[in-house]
């Protein structure tokens, strides 16, 4: 069975630029979630979606956004970037409980 | 919505004592605690979890306990090895199933 998938891998974009970033869940999980994840900060939540339809939502501004699609796979995008933006970002597919992370997409913000 | 804090920060330990984090949080409503474990470069990956039906469960070296009146669970770590060195995350489940994670126990193990 596969798992997590997320893409990129790697990002660099620059201050204002937007960013859309890719998160394909295991097969059958229907809930898909993002988590920001900083030094220091531990892994922050962002958003859940669940049959494409946001369940839940973090603190964070609405330059964060995100859907997801009729297959589960979700996309999460960032307008406006700022250098406090640079993070990994996680998204984790789960059916009921346990929560399975992707790779994570590293984004630099420069 | 629901708060977890999460104790220490970082914690050395010596290869074959035992380590132990603590979490609290703040939902009453919360009944699910899954500990996830991230090795360096990694991504985070369960370990254990308990559900707010029952005290205590035990996985090999490692167990959680969770003690609902106070509203704290732990995760004990025995016989430490070098291999047990990662973040380790604990999380509480609420309401409409959202997980709230604390911010992380960096935990290295000296040989």
């Known amino acids: 069975k596969a798992g997590v998938t997320q893409t990129p891998r790697y990002l660099i974009k620059t201050r204002g630029q937007q960013v859309t970033l890719s998160c394909s869940p295991i097969s059958g999980h229907r809930s898909v979630s993002w988590y920001q994840q900083t030094p220091g900060q531990g892994l922050q939540f962002l958003f859940e979606?669940?049959?494409?339809?946001?369940?839940n939502k973090g603190n964070f501004p609405g330059r964060f956004s995100g859907r997801q699609f009729s297959n589960s796979r979700s996309e999460m995008n960032v307008s406006t970037l700022e250098l406090g933006d640079s993070a990994l970002y996680l998204c984790?597919?789960?059916?009921?409980?346990?929560?399975?992370f992707g790779q994570g997409t590293r984004l630099t913000v420069v | 919505g629901e708060n977890v804090e999460q104790h220490p920060s970082t914690l050395s330990v010596q290869e074959g004592d035992s380590a132990v984090i603590k979490c609290t949080y703040s939902d009453s409503a919360s009944n699910y605690f899954p500990w996830y474990k991230q090795e360096l470069g990694k991504r985070p990956q369960l370990i254990i979890d308990?559900?707010?039906?029952?005290g205590e469960k035990k996985d090999q070296r490692i167990a959680v306990t969770l003690n609902k009146t106070a509203k704290h669970f732990s995760l004990h770590i025995t016989e430490t090895q070098p291999e047990d060195s990662a973040v380790y995350f604990c999380?509480?489940?609420?309401?409409?199933?959202?997980?709230?994670f604390g911010t992380g126990t960096k935990l290295q193990v000296i040989p």
């Open positions: 999380a509480g489940e609420g309401g409409y199933q959202k997980v709230t």
């Open positions: 984790a597919s789960s059916y009921r409980d346990e929560a399975f």
């Open positions: 979606y669940f049959s494409e339809t946001q369940r």
């Open positions: 308990i559900r707010s039906n029952v």
